[in-house]
């Protein structure tokens, strides 16, 4: 890979806790459409991780770029507005609106205050929210209040909240928790379709959803790097099957 399709590098990653290294020199990356997904065993520090690149925890020490944005000096909001999208484990979506609201107020020129007060609901708008929900299989759940949503196609919403937002970079903690074995089929066909345009982070403990999805695997244990590679090789790596996979 030359240095141009690599869309993330962390490297030599540190934060500390009171003296606790929550990621402990930690170095990965990722490129371009890729689909990363990060694994190990609880308090290995992979939520920690998605902190440190969207802004939300600074790091103490190390690097973060962004193609060639270091991230580690930046606001949160700088971090998206640099094209960097965050879904936590919980969706954060507005249960009182309907689907189409939900995707209408993500719709990027409404961010700002002056945008906000002079938004208009454009054929552009309504085109790109059609389109989204497409995506998302919520295309015929438009007028639907998302309080009404499966708690899979509440998951849904969320991802078409960051997708109309257009990140080259998306991460998704533990997408498919809590989902029907069906949602979780689709969710992996739609994180496949996404990443034409952009690369995708998530963090997941399902290892059949993980090997249908990862073009690659990074295995974290106590805040470390531990191993890297295909699903297959890390299936078969006995120090991840000590750590995690033998649980």
Not at 190 to 202: D, E, P, W
Not at 240 to 245: A, E, F, M, N, T
């Amino acid at each position: 890979m030359s240095k141009k399709d690599i869309v993330l590098s962390v490297e030599d990653l540190t934060v500390s806790f009171d003296g606790f290294k929550a990621v402990d020199d930690l170095s990965f990356y990722v490129d371009e459409g890729e689909i990363r997904v990060i694994i190990g065993p609880n308090g290995a520090g992979k939520t920690t991780v998605l902190d440190l690149i969207c802004g939300k925890t600074k790091a103490t020490s190390g690097s973060i770029k962004f193609h060639d944005l270091e991230l580690t000096k930046l606001k949160e909001h700088e971090i998206v507005e640099a094209g960097v999208g965050r879904k936590f484990q919980n969706p954060s979506i507005y249960e009182a609106l309907s689907v189409f609201e939900n995707l209408e107020l993500s719709y990027p020129k409404g961010k700002r205050v002056f945008g906000a007060l002079f938004f208009k609901r454009t054929d552009e708008v309504i085109n790109k929210v059609k389109e989204i929900a497409r995506m998302i299989y919520l295309d015929d759940k438009l007028d639907v209040k998302a309080s009404l949503l499966s708690h899979g196609q509440k998951q849904w919403l969320e991802i078409g909240m960051l997708l109309i937002q257009n990140p080259k970079l998306l991460m998704l903690d533990e997408p498919v928790a809590g989902m029907s074995v069906a949602e979780r089929e689709k969710t992996a066909e739609l994180l496949k379709n996404i990443t034409k345009n952009r690369s995708v982070i998530v963090i997941e403990h399902d290892m059949k959803f993980v090997e249908h999805i990862a073009d690659r695997v990074t295995v974290l244990h106590q805040g470390k790097f531990l191993a890297e590679g295909s699903m297959q090789s890390i299936q078969k790596n006995q120090k991840v099957i000590d750590v995690y996979l033998g649980q």
